[in-house]
């Protein structure tokens, strides 16, 4: 896998070399440099001053053990990780993510990813990522508040509103926001509102961050829809996950018009040709924490199909909300096929390359996840903003924000695409706009 030219070649082989085993970083660099050609030949200052290779090389990486007693008096030994991969346009900000198969490999992908897309809200926030391969389900809340009061004794020293502000992902919502930042809180004797963000509404967090990410991505697509002349009436819409993406991008697809007919869990996805009842779903997935399955026993119209693959329902959109490589190349063709013409990733890097490939050759739309989700990350700079001048703004206005945001998102990898001769390509339009920002504010920083 490389197909980039000689420079972006090197750095690809030496990133390899340097960081074995690790595939899903591989995967993200090599999406970046992909793009960047011609970048590199218009500018050669980037390849030359080493700013790609310096990109590509966290700033600081921490792994930690985290020690805690279950409810059975056993102790338990996790490891926790954070990366902090680059602060030229202002602190690490990025997500922990608790799940099982979280390794070094997954918290530098998305840490590097994440600097690319927080460049990309055009708000003064670097890129980081951290999390640990605890698994919370089954876990009671007693059990999780010690695991997070534990991960946080040894993450506190590292954090600070100035210098790396961690947030939720996978496995990470308002309940461990809590706990983490009341360890937090203890252990420094300090109410620094600004060190987390996804608080709870009274103690410093900001309307619209729960249903952020999941908005944003509707909100781009709808500037995708609307640049054709189109908008979400009667469009049928599938959703991968059950999450907090998934939930929240359900719940405006229906406001704008839509009918998302399908989403998903890790144990197999449901179909509800008549719309996703959302007070259900929210009941089931985010309030009870249980199964899918529980959706289709409770709701007469919908469906559950073990295993398989939520591709496989025919729709108009599809957006995947749930994880990394989910949607593969038969997948792509599988919803080609079905007459999908928009993919939107509410997830990081959920399409694999071969996926994105061929979206490309079937014509269909393709929006890639640092562009279309970043609306989550963006009003967590919202929340910072709102914990530095000890404000809150109403929902309307934060909401107002965040649609600005990706509008402004959109058209900046719009015009960046065009400008590089790439028009419509959206994953071109993001990385490089994204990349130029960046890359600039290094070099005026020096070689630090
Ligand atoms: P949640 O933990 O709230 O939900 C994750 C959902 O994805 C669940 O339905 C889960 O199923 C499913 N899922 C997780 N891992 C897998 C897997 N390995 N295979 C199949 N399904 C899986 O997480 P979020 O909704 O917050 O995050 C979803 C995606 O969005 C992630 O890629 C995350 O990085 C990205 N993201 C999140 C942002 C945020 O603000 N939260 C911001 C930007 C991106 P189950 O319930 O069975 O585990
Ligand atoms: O992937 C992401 O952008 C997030 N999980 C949100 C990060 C944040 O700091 O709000």
Redesign the pocket.
């Known amino acids: 896998m490389s197909g980039l030219d000689e420079k972006l070649h090197d750095i690809h082989e030496e990133v390899l070399r340097r960081n074995p085993g690790e595939i899903e970083f591989h995967q993200a660099v090599h999406e970046v440099l992909d793009s960047l050609g011609p970048v590199v030949a218009k500018h050669p200052q980037y390849a030359d001053e080493a700013v790609i290779r310096r990109l590509c090389e966290p700033e600081r990486q921490i792994i930690f053990r985290v020690p805690w007693v279950d409810d059975n008096g056993q102790v338990q030994i996790n490891r926790g990780f954070r990366v902090e991969f680059n602060s030229a346009l202002g602190p690490y900000k990025g997500?922990l993510?608790f799940?099982p198969?979280v390794y070094l490999g997954i918290v530098k992908f998305?840490g590097f990813e994440q600097i690319f897309?927080n460049s990309l809200t055009g708000l003064p926030i670097g890129g980081g990522k951290g999390g640990s391969d605890f698994d919370p389900?089954g876990r009671s809340d007693g059990e999780v508040m010690r695991f997070c009061q534990a991960f946080m004794t040894e993450l506190y020293r590292h954090i600070g509103e100035y210098t790396d502000v961690p947030?939720?992902?996978?496995?990470?919502?308002g309940r461990e926001i809590g706990y983490l930042f009341g360890q937090y809180k203890r252990i420094t004797n300090r109410y620094e509102s600004g060190v987390l963000t996804?608080k709870g509404l009274t103690w410093g967090g900001s309307q619209v961050?729960t249903e952020?990410?999941?908005y944003g991505t509707v909100f781009f697509t709808h500037e995708i829809l609307k640049s054709r002349g189109e908008s979400f009436d009667g469009k049928r819409v599938v959703v991968?996950?059950?999450?907090?993406?998934?939930?929240y991008a359900i719940e405006k697809i229906h406001e704008l018009g839509g009918t998302v007919i399908a989403?998903?869990?890790?144990?197999g996805y449901i179909v509800d040709d008549k719309g996703i009842d959302l007070d259900l779903l929210k009941d089931v997935?985010?309030h009870r924490?249980a199964?899918?399955t529980e959706y289709a026993e409770q709701r007469g119209t919908a469906h559950y199909v073990a295993g398989g693959t939520v591709w496989e329902v025919p729709c108009d959109i599809a957006l995947p909300?749930?994880?990394?490589n989910?949607l593969n190349g038969h997948d792509a063709v599988t919803l080609a096929r079905g007459g999908c013409t928009i993919v939107a990733e509410?997830?990081?890097?959920?399409c694999t390359p071969e996926a994105v490939k061929l979206f490309a050759e079937s014509g269909v739309t393709f929006a890639p996840?640092k562009a279309a989700?970043?609306?989550?990350?963006a009003?967590?700079a919202l929340e910072m903003q709102q914990n530095a001048s000890r404000d809150s703004w109403s929902f309307g206005h934060t909401e107002e924000r965040l649609a600005e945001i990706m509008r402004n998102i959109h058209s900046r990898c719009v015009e960046t695409a065009e400008d590089y001769g790439q028009p419509g390509n959206y994953t071109a339009g993001a990385n490089i706009a994204g990349f130029i920002q960046v890359a600039d504010a290094m070099l005026a920083l020096g070689v630090i």
Request: hydrophobic share 25%; charged share 20%; proline share 2%.
């Open positions: 997500g993510r799940h198969t998305l897309k389900k947030a939720g992902d996978i496995g990470v919502g996804g961050r952020a990410t999941g991968s996950g059950s999450g907090n993406v998934a939930v989403c998903s869990d890790s144990s997935k985010l924490r199964r899918i909300c749930a994880t990394q989910e509410g997830a990081n890097m959920p996840g989700n970043a609306g989550g990350v009003t967590s």
